[in-house]
């Protein structure tokens, strides 16, 4: 079982990013995946979820009218969009699937988003 995320982003302020989680070895529409990311310096913050049977999504209230997730079920990839960039963003992104027992146990490999004008 895979996860593998794209590569680095460098945005302007206000600007949107998108970034994508390709999975492998399992069947993508089973699991949860959950999008979290990490500034500099801080703990691990959850932004938000995307279950690919349905694409029943949920997301961390400071990223409300800002964050969307989709699944491509065809190519078994997620992807969260966030809008509106600013400089606080700046994080590692990382992908995890949560497992039957609630807890994540495959991660992607994290991307780094830069905002910076």
């Known amino acids: 079982d895979q996860l593998v995320q794209s590569g680095a982003e460098l945005r302007n302020p206000g600007a949107s990013v998108k ?15 959950d999008w979290v990311r990490q500034a500099p310096g801080q703990g691990l913050e959850w932004v938000g979820r995307i279950h690919p049977e349905d694409g029943e999504t949920k997301h961390a209230q400071p990223f409300q009218g800002r964050v969307t997730f989709t699944a491509d079920t065809s190519t078994s990839t997620a992807y969260v969009e966030l809008t509106s960039l600013r400089p606080e963003d700046s994080a590692v992104y990382y992908c995890a699937r949560i497992s039957r027992s609630d807890e994540y146990d495959y991660w992607g490999q994290g991307t780094q988003v830069t905002v910076s004008s």
Do not use: L
């Not at 970034?19 to 995946?33: A, K, L, N």
């Open 19 to 33: 970034v994508s989680c390709e999975t492998s070895g399992y069947t993508f529409t089973s699991y949860y995946i």
